[in-house]
């Protein structure tokens, strides 16, 4: 089914053959092995709603074996020993096994996840391999410094890595996720245990596989599948975990840090939800900013933490602006995402998609406009119409709470100061977006907005180079960039007395 609100419509079949499942088990200390209770979990494909194949579902007893490889590897292997120059050969070939295998991860992705395939294939996977060559070359750069100290004393600082690192990953970028986190702990020398969404574990497992094919020592990358409330609950309170990396929600970002607390008081990091201001001022070129508004929404089906959800349009071109809107709604093609010509595949589960229906429902009853969309898609899978809402106050649910699904709230201000108080009525702080030609409001409001990343004139821009993260509620700790690798890496000091030394 591809529909552009229009009625066109195609038969998943028509585009693909579904790749073959190779890998389903647990990954632990080099092996795929079945877990220690037999159970295993379905995962969905949400263009239908059927089963693609089953994984097996790891629970505290394959997450106490993973540690313990992990640990194994950490305390005794050849990883956190090795130069830098050899963790970045290995990281290197891993690079290279992805992209001589992007057709069928992308289409795992595609699958597991209802990604857009071209997406898939031009940006996600392709990323994973641009996250291992960035830390790759980093690896060999981990300097500590060389200190002149009072009262005959000489020190310098060694930064270490941290030891076994749990990551915890989400399901609306899978790929991204996994290389975002592991890329900076493999060339800092951690060994880690990886939790992927249960809903999306496909990929994760294939790069198991190929990590141990690029010559990743055993124990030093470790899967576990299952669910948070089993495998990433016993993940975040072991007391042989050293740190926990986390993307996800809110809610369970602070079981998450309890956990940590409550064990061994290992540091985490969390990137957790938005609710993201997007502030578009009347000097614009309208088209141009509809684009970006509306692409910044409804990239990957709305299912992304940076989501321009909250978009505040400046009054003298606000008509003007929705009426774009509305027209890039009505062209914008939902339907299989392994169609090259869908922009929208479907939400990712049928509980994912029931949430969406109730946001766009409370929206309606609160009495904000359904300007466009609003409805299912076809009677098979999990497909949603682009979705617009106007005259949506700042108290309304649909403004305040992170709905992850293509629900876009339009809103007008007046002024700066209001644009900039109104952008800050939220709880989250993970991203923001202004788009003006006035270079003056540009650096006002990117200075007012308390958000851990602002886009000017553009939205969702990632780079690898570029460290991500939020304020307030959206969480703590930075992924991408240097800065990242310096959370898998601990500073030690080391002092000694310096006898009859001719200066001080």
């Not at 963790?87 to 991860?105: P, S, Y």
């Not at 005959?152 to 600082?157: I, K, N, P, R, S």
């Not at 986190?181 to 809903?199: H, I, N, R, S």
């Not at 840090?257 to 609710?275: F, H, I, Q, T």
């Amino acid at each position: 089914m591809a529909s552009n609100c229009n009625g066109n419509s195609h038969h998943p079949e028509t585009f693909f053959k579904i790749p073959e499942i190779k890998f389903t088990k647990l990954f632990i200390d080099g092996e795929f092995v079945d877990s220690v209770s037999g159970k295993t979990l379905e995962t969905i494909d949400p263009r239908t709603g059927e089963v693609i194949t089953r994984v097996a579902a790891g629970g505290k007893e394959d997450v106490d074996l993973a540690v313990k490889a992990a640990r194994q590897a950490f305390d005794h292997g050849p990883w956190p020993r090795l130069g830098g120059p050899e963790r970045a050969r290995i990281m290197l070939k891993f690079a290279d096994l992805i992209e001589e295998n992007v057709e069928e991860l992308a289409a795992l992705e595609t699958i597991d996840a209802g990604k857009v395939i071209t997406f898939c294939k031009m940006a996600d996977i392709p990323t994973g391999a641009k996250a291992l060559r960035y830390y790759a070359g980093a690896a060999d750069k981990i300097h500590g410094t060389v200190m002149k100290l009072s009262k005959g004393l000489q020190g310098y600082t060694l930064k270490e890595p941290i030891g076994v690192v749990g990551h915890i990953i989400p399901w609306n970028f899978p790929t991204v996720m996994f290389f975002m986190k592991t890329a900076p702990a493999l060339a800092a020398g951690c060994t880690m245990v990886v939790k992927p969404a249960e809903q999306t574990p496909l990929t994760a497992l294939y790069y198991a596989h190929l990590a141990k094919l690029a010559g990743v020592p055993n124990g030093v990358l470790n899967i576990v599948n299952g669910y948070g409330e089993t495998a990433g609950a016993a993940l975040s309170a072991h007391m042989d975990i050293d740190k926990v990396s986390f993307t996800g929600s809110t809610e369970v970002g602070r079981k998450i840090m309890a956990a940590a607390a409550a064990s061994n008081l290992k540091p985490v990091s969390l990137e957790l939800g938005g609710k993201s201001p997007l502030l578009v001022f009347d000097d614009v070129d309208v088209n141009e900013a509809a684009n970006i508004a509306f692409n910044g929404m409804f990239i990957n089906k709305g299912e992304i933490c940076v989501a321009s959800s909250r978009l505040f349009v400046q009054e003298g071109i606000y008509d003007k602006f929705v009426n774009k809107l509305v027209e890039k709604a009505k062209s914008w093609v939902v339907g299989d995402p392994f169609d090259p010509k869908v922009n929208q595949g479907p939400q990712v589960t049928k509980e994912q998609f029931e949430r969406v229906m109730s946001y766009i429902e409370h929206g309606k009853r609160e009495g904000a406009s359904l300007l466009t969309g609003g409805k299912r898609l076809g009677e098979k899978g999990y497909y949603i119409e682009p979705t617009i809402f106007t005259d949506v106050k700042d108290d309304m649910i649909i403004a305040k709470e992170e709905i992850f699904g293509p629900v876009l709230s339009v809103m007008k201000f007046k002024t700066v100061e209001e644009g900039i108080k109104r952008a800050n009525l939220t709880s989250y702080g993970l991203a923001a977006g202004i788009i003006t030609k006035d270079l003056n409001i540009a650096n006002t409001v990117s200075r007012s907005i308390r958000a851990g990343i602002i886009w000017i004139n553009c939205y969702a821009a990632f780079d690898i180079d570029c460290p991500y993260g939020g304020f307030k509620m959206s969480g703590f700790g930075r992924d991408f960039g240097v800065e990242a690798l310096n959370q898998y890496l601990q500073i030690k000091s080391v002092v000694t007395p310096v006898q009859n030394s001719p200066w001080f």
